[in-house]
């Protein structure tokens, strides 16, 4: 386990105490395309305490340490003139695009997440239960896709809402109720359908004239 400060912190804990006193958060100059939220990128970091971080005899150093699985390891350590010293490691895995451009845009996120982080600047908005809800939904998607990897096509489901709910209305427990005697085990939901099952199900009540 790599070591994370010096043998004593008590003079970098008092200096980093003064210039968080300084510190303002860092300017948001960047805008997240995925989730829409502005946050300050690693110039701007910079830029919030690189004048705050000398006058208390604070300094910053951030490199890159070797991996074999291609992420990016970057570490970052505070440093104060006694000597103490206050570090962090950040691993971050390349985006999708890969190859140089992939990682050299995986190291610039370490280093700034790592950056803000060691010595406490406010770099994004606050949007965390806003990230986390698209996090869960995109999540549960992708559990939805692996677990039904033929699902109902858009003209088989809308066929079969409206066949649902011209016989049970918003009750959804009644039509889980059906598709489960239909096919012989519990459906919570006709997400869990695959398509050729649609079709046999829309087939089947189109036969008995339900579907009408």
Not at 139 to 154: T, V, Y
Not at 183 to 195: D, N, Y
């Amino acid at each position: 386990m790599c070591q994370t400060q010096s043998e004593q912190i008590n003079e970098i804990a008092k200096a980093l105490a003064a210039a968080q006193a300084e510190l303002e958060p860092a300017a948001k100059n960047a805008e997240n395309p995925h989730l829409r939220n502005r946050y300050a990128d690693l110039s701007a970091v910079y830029e919030a305490i690189r004048k705050v971080l000398p006058k208390h005899g604070l300094a910053v150093t951030q490199v890159m340490l070797p991996r074999d699985d291609g992420k990016a390891h970057v570490r970052t350590t505070l440093l104060h003139e006694s000597g103490q010293w206050i570090a962090g490691e950040c691993v971050m895995p390349c985006d999708k695009q890969g190859g140089i451009q992939g990682m050299g845009s995986a190291i610039t996120y370490a280093r700034r997440y790592s950056l803000s982080a060691i010595v406490g600047v406010v770099s994004e908005e606050d949007d965390d239960a806003e990230a986390a809800t698209r996090r869960r939904a995109a999540m549960q998607r992708e559990q939805a896709r692996a677990a039904n990897p033929n699902p109902m096509s858009e003209a088989q489901s809308k066929a079969l809402m409206a066949y649902l709910n011209k016989r049970h209305g918003n009750d959804r427990e009644a039509y889980c109720r059906e598709l489960s005697d239909f096919f012989g085990r519990v459906i919570k939901s006709s997400r869990e359908l695959t398509k050729t099952e649609v079709g046999d199900f829309l087939n089947a009540v189109a036969g008995e004239g339900h579907a009408q």
